[in-house]
């Protein structure tokens, strides 16, 4: 039986996160946090796993998504406003450490999160997002990298991109989420949510606008590339968008870190296998 869900507004960092919270208020606080171009909803299914395990679980539209706040500027979406929106979301939690849970973007930011704040995490848990010391390293040796990257590169035309999902009626987007997970990992209803959090005002914008102020500047030589705080990185072996070999790469900079590879699953592994990922966060947890 699931519990219910909560929906909250945490004030952090200058603006409101709209964060959805499930599970008994004392257990261990796990954080997941989304990737482009989803909303807190994409962790449903992890959501009510970890709560009826006794975790307690916040899942957050990060900035520019969904509900929460949009700032306008691109500057608003540079990677050192994304991680304090989370080192204050930890503070206004209550809990002295947390599990960070991160998944594409939301790795990305979780990664800088475990470096620039180690003490406020317990672990981290990875799913196909690259640390981007790693991602820096492989576009330099393997500039196939960059084809496999190459909206990225789309995403740098100004007010271009979201004009064309919007025109499309969003089936732009749509399709690149069939395309690129497993037969039916989205079914309509999945597809209908998406479609509502995209057409919230300024949203694709504000999503697509942490790819244009991040793409020149990912790295931060003023921050530690190590990890100190114990990792565990996921990986969907067919993704499209990150090769696999990514993973290895990324731990490379953990000081204690273990990789999971799952040959079948894509980019959108915890649609594709929701109860084993949820699983292995959990043994992870509890050292198993």
């Known amino acids: 039986m699931g519990m219910i869900e909560e929906h909250r507004y945490v004030e952090t960092n200058g603006i409101k996160l709209h964060v ?45 998504y ?10 608003d979406y540079r990677m050192n406003h994304l991680v304090e929106d989370i080192a204050g979301l930890i503070k206004a939690s ?16 979780a990664w800088r999160v475990a470096r620039m704040y180690p003490d406020l995490l317990q672990k981290l848990v990875i799913l196909n997002a690259p640390h981007e010391a790693a991602m820096n390293r492989q576009i330099l040796q393997h500039p196939m990298q960059i084809l496999k990257s190459s909206y990225i590169l789309f995403f740098q035309l100004r007010g271009i991109p979201e004009r064309l999902f919007e025109l ?64 565990l990185v996921i990986w969907g072996a067919q993704d499209h968008f990150l090769g696999h070999e990514l993973a290895s790469k990324s731990l490379e900079f953990c000081d204690e870190g273990q990789g999971i590879l799952l040959g079948e699953a894509t980019h959108w592994v915890h649609h594709e296998e929701p109860e084993h990922v949820s699983k292995l966060i959990v043994d992870f947890i509890n050292n198993i």
């Open 20 to 64: 959805v919270q499930e599970g008994p208020k004392e257990g261990q606080l796990i954080i997941l946090l989304h990737g482009f171009p989803e909303y807190w909803y994409g962790w449903r299914n992890q959501i009510s796993d970890l709560a009826n395990k006794g975790f307690r679980v916040w899942a957050p539209d990060q900035r520019g």
């Open 66 to 75: 969904n509900l929460s706040d949009k700032p306008k500027k691109v500057n």
């Open 94 to 109: 209550g809990k002295e450490k947390v599990i960070l849970v991160g998944h594409d973007w939301g790795g990305i930011v």
């Open 168 to 231: 499309s009626d969003w089936k732009i987007a749509v399709k690149a989420l069939r395309h690129s997970s497993k037969k039916g990992t989205f079914n309509e209803e999945d597809l209908q949510r998406y479609r509502t959090a995209w057409s919230q005002l300024g949203a694709m914008r504000s999503m697509i606008n942490w790819y244009r102020a991040n793409v020149s500047s990912l790295s931060d030589p003023t921050i530690p590339s190590r990890v100190t705080v114990p990792t």
